[in-house]
């Protein structure tokens, strides 16, 4: 049985995940159910910081992303090996203290910004 759960896991694994952390800037590209009219995918890309990473680096892992979307704060849970996330950016580090930084949903305006390193 667990060698069925094993090949199940290993041909589902991506190879392509960037190492993310908390506080890190990502912009993540989701492929949509939309079609264009050229017949391609529609992706969106959801740009934010990641103020959660939870349950490692297998396929239970998930990272939570928020951003500020006309005034308002929008948070998503991406899996990290869901198949309809086409690219993960890592656009900029962040050096924070904390592991979850669920403080930042209180923050607004020059509060809510951290100091950050460009990503390479």
Same mark, same amino acid.
């Given at each position: #049985?667990t060698?069925?759960?094993?090949? +199940?896991? /290993?041909?589902?694994?991506?190879t392509? %995940?960037?190492?993310? /952390?908390?506080?890190?800037?990502v912009? %993540?590209?989701?492929k949509?159910?939309e079609?264009? /009219? ?5 992706t969106?890309? +959801? ?7 939870k ?7 998930? +990272?939570t %992303? ?9 948070e998503?849970? +991406? ?15 962040s ?8 403080? #930042?949903?209180?923050?607004?305006? /020059?509060?809510?910004? #951290? ?6």
């Amino acid at each position: #049985m667990t060698n069925k759960l094993d090949a +199940f896991t /290993k041909k589902r694994l991506r190879t392509d %995940v960037p190492e993310i /952390k908390s506080g890190d800037i990502v912009c %993540v590209h989701v492929k949509l159910a939309e079609k264009t /009219k050229a017949g391609g995918d529609k992706t969106q890309a +959801f740009e934010g910081l990641v103020i959660a990473k939870k349950h490692g680096k297998g396929m239970e892992g998930t +990272f939570t %992303v928020r951003k500020i979307s006309e005034g308002v704060g929008v948070e998503k849970i +991406f899996p990290l090996h869901c198949p309809s996330i086409v690219k993960i950016e890592v656009l900029k580090h962040s050096k924070v203290r904390r592991a979850k930084l669920y403080y #930042m949903r209180k923050r607004t305006g /020059k509060k809510a910004k #951290m100091r950050s390193e460009i990503a390479v």
